[in-house]
């Protein structure tokens, strides 16, 4: 029997994401001036205010307020009619120094011998049903909330004329889900359901001030944003995946837009916003597992974030050498210890013939130096990569060069730099495995 399976994703200006995105450009700024720095922030954002804490050990001196509000305008809350905007809100710092406790169990003479900034387990997830190596689900999802936001910043379509001007009627605040129908063998059968809810301005007005007027203004609006997303949102997603991806969208298609109705408060004026609080968005979308740890606003000493990042580009070059068609992997570690304490590996049944689970995971180590520092080496985690990791997933993205404009040796000064995204993503160990595991 078929079975439905659902994930969810955000838009970069839902209020955690607005968040993550924060304390991952304010960590950029720290690295970008000292690649040494540890950092741990936290982000919270409210109606008009922003409040950022946490540890710092860091030579550097970022501008705090700065970053904030250049991040804030970037997603796009630049009007007050938001009740958040980059240049009004109210910005709050409580950043101390980190812990030396935590320092003496981190820092080494030796860095190679760089122990885990904290316990705790990781992991990393990938399967063979799309090119991506990601759930079906989460990378539709994510695809819906990207092309949103493109949407919206090209201002073309999903328009109204506003002053005289023909303007976006979209806001930043999105969310999407997708249900995905699979077989029972778990291939994708066909796209279930979708839903999308987006943040808009009250584009149309009603007639005259009853209940009545208003309640017509508003299904008008609601009919127009869902005309739009049939006609305008969805075909720009489909045109972009593989065509066997394609055959899976139907007239069987169960759409749900906007399903309370009017969304015009949205951001962090209508939902406080955290740093952290969209840990399953940021990684597989409920398949495979989390560990306890989010991501955004910690260096790569965390190992919650790197780890969490070296079982992602194991598990996805295990899967593109045929080991197994879906796997999961697990790491964890004791604060201080450079050697992870364990290795687990689960390939829920379709792991290559004369391979077992067990004896993959003991390879693992053989194959991955695991300690922090090599990972940080390897996946080159001390550039300032993050702010980008920071909406629409931390999995599954392309990995890529880009030119990234940076603080440079004071608060007043900017650089541009090239830096490389996403570098766990890479299929460089495929052959390297191939040959380990004997597979042709």
């Keep these: 029997m078929n079975y439905l399976f659902t994930s969810e994703s955000v838009s970069e200006g839902h209020p955690d994401k607005v968040s993550d995105q ?9 690295l970008a001036l000292d690649p040494k720095s540890h950092v741990a922030i936290e982000t919270l954002c409210t109606t008009g205010q922003v409040v950022v804490a946490g540890e710092v050990s860091s030579r550097a001196y970022v501008d705090v307020p700065a970053v904030v509000r250049g991040v804030i305008k970037d997603i796009g809350y630049d009007r007050g009619a938001y009740r958040f905007d980059g240049d009004s809100c109210g910005i709050l710092t409580a950043i101390h120094e980190q812990s030396g406790d935590i320092d003496r169990g981190v820092s080494r003479a030796v ?8 316990q705790g387990m990781m992991f990393g997830y990938a399967t063979d049903e799309t090119d991506s190596y990601m759930p079906l689900t989460l990378e539709l999802a994510h695809m819906l909330m990207s092309e949103l936001a493109a949407i919206r910043r090209e201002g073309k379509d999903m328009t109204y004329y506003r002053k005289g001007k023909l303007t ?15 077989t029972p063998d778990g291939k994708p059968a066909r796209i279930h359901t979708i839903v999308v809810s987006t943040q808009h301005d009250e584009f149309i007005q009603p007639l005259e001030d009853t209940e009545e007027a ?14 739009d997303v049939e006609e305008v949102l969805l075909p720009r997603v489909i045109a972009k995946l593989p065509e066997r991806i394609q055959k899976l969208f139907d007239d069987r298609l169960v759409l749900h837009v906007n399903p309370t109705g009017k969304f015009v408060l949205g951001g962090p004026h209508a939902d406080t916003g955290l740093t952290g609080r969209k840990i399953i968005v940021d990684t597989y979308g409920g398949r495979g597992a989390h560990g306890g740890g989010a991501f955004s606003g910690k260096d790569s000493s965390k190992v919650d974030r790197s780890a969490a990042y070296a079982c992602r580009h194991i598990a996805k070059n295990m899967v593109a050498a045929g080991v197994a068609r879906e796997m999961l992997v697990q790491v964890s570690y004791a604060i201080g ?5 364990s290795v687990f590996v689960n390939t829920f049944g379709t792991a290559a013939a004369g391979l077992d689970d067990a004896a993959i995971a003991a390879r693992i180590p053989e194959l991955f130096d695991l300690r922090p520092a090599s990972i940080e080496e390897r996946l080159r985690l001390r550039e300032p990569i993050y702010r980008e990791t920071a909406a629409y997933g931390h999995m599954g993205r392309d990995c890529r060069k880009v030119v990234k ?8 000064d900017t650089e541009t730099r090239e830096v490389e995204l996403f570098t766990w993503e890479k299929l460089d ?7 380990a595991f004997g597979l042709a």
């Design 214 to 227: 208003r309640n017509a203004a508003d299904a008008e609006m609601l009919a127009r944003i869902r005309k």
């Design 111 to 118: 860095d190679q011998e760089q122990g885990a900034g904290d």
């Design 168 to 182: 976006t009627y979209l806001r930043p605040d999105a969310k999407s889900q997708v249900t995905v129908e699979y």
């Design 337 to 341: 210890v450079a050697k992870p304490v």
């Design 429 to 435: 160990r495929v052959e390297d495995i191939k040959a």
């Design 405 to 412: 404009t940076l603080p440079y040796k004071d608060a007043r």
């Design 22 to 30: 924060i304390s991952d450009a304010l960590l950029d700024a720290f």
